[in-house]
C-alpha cells in the first residue's frame, strides 16, 4: 500500500524557516517524480514545487522561487521542502503527492498534509 | 500563473446531472490534454476523479465524467448522491518551463 506521511509543520514567525519532510513507503520511491502542493486555510489547492526521480531537475512555482528548495534522500525513502523566509502568506496545509507513473502529471497518492503557520 | 476559473458554486438534486466548467487560457488548458480533477471532503486530501481530461481512475465511479474543448474542461456528474457533497478542483500542466501546474480556483458543490 502507497503511503505519504508528512512532518515538520508547526508555528514560525515570519522570515523563519522550516524543513517539511513526506516519508514514503509502499512503492519504489526512486522511481517516481514527487512534488508539494499547499492550501491555505479555507481556500484552493496550489501547486508549489516537483522534483525528478534522481533528484537534478526541479520546478517551482513563482510565489516561492528564491525562497523553497526540494529535495529527495532517496536511500531514505524521504521528500525535503526547505522553507526559507516564510511570509504571512505561506501559512497552509502542505501535501506531498505522487503521480501515477513514474512522470505523470496528475496525483493519485497525496499523504495527510502537515499546516505551517507563519505568525508572530 | 493565474488560477484557472471554476464557478464558486454549484447544486443539484439527488439524481441529478451537474457540470462543473474549468476555464484557462492557451497556454495552459488549450495547450495540453493534461486536466485533472480532484474531489476533496472537508479536512481531507484531495482525490484524483479524472486524468487526462476524460480518463478515470480505477476505483471511481462512471458517474463522473470529463471532457475539453478550447480552454475550458469540464467535469460532469450524473446520478447525484449525497457523498458527492464535497469541493472539486481542476488541474492543468502550464509547460515545461517554470509555469509548472495550475489549480482552478475551485467549486463547492451542494447536493440540495
Known amino acids: 500500500e502507497v503511503q505519504l506521511v508528512e512532518s515538520g509543520g508547526g508555528l514560525v514567525q515570519p522570515g523563519g524557516s522550516l524543513r517539511l519532510s513526506c516519508a514514503a513507503s509502499g512503492f519504489t520511491f526512486s522511481s517516481y517524480w514527487m512534488h508539494w502542493v499547499r492550501q491555505a486555510p479555507g481556500k484552493g489547492l496550489v501547486w508549489v514545487s516537483r522534483?525528478?526521480?534522481?533528484?537534478?531537475?526541479?520546478s517551482y512555482a513563482d510565489s516561492v522561487k528564491g525562497r523553497f528548495t526540494i529535495s529527495r534522500d532517496n536511500a531514505k525513502n524521504t521528500l525535503y521542502l526547505q522553507m526559507n523566509s516564510l511570509r504571512a502568506e505561506d501559512t497552509a496545509v502542505y501535501y506531498c503527492?505522487?503521480?501515477?507513473?513514474?512522470?505523470?502529471?496528475?496525483?493519485?497518492?497525496w499523504g495527510q498534509g502537515t499546516l505551517v503557520t507563519v505568525s508572530s | 500563473q493565474s488560477a484557472l476559473t471554476q464557478p464558486a458554486s454549484v447544486s443539484g438534486s439527488p439524481g441529478q446531472s451537474i457540470t462543473i466548467s474549468c476555464t484557462g487560457t492557451s497556454s495552459d488548458v488549450g495547450s495540453y490534454n493534461l486536466v485533472s480533477w480532484y474531489q476533496q471532503h472537508p479536512g481531507k486530501a484531495p482525490k484524483l476523479m479524472i486524468y487526462e481530461g476524460s480518463k478515470r481512475p480505477s476505483g471511481v465511479s462512471n458517474r463522473f465524467s470529463g471532457s475539453k474543448s478550447g480552454n475550458t474542461a469540464s467535469l460532469t456528474i450524473s446520478g447525484l448522491q449525497a457523498e458527492d457533497e464535497a469541493d472539486y478542483y481542476c488541474?492543468?500542466?502550464?509547460?515545461?518551463?517554470?509555469?509548472?501546474?495550475?489549480f482552478g480556483t475551485g467549486t463547492k458543490v451542494t447536493v440540495l
Open positions: 522534483i525528478n526521480s534522481d533528484g537534478s531537475s526541479t
Open positions: 488541474c492543468s500542466y502550464a509547460g515545461s518551463s517554470t509555469l509548472g501546474y495550475v
Open positions: 503527492a505522487r503521480g501515477q507513473g513514474s512522470g505523470s502529471y496528475w496525483w493519485v497518492y
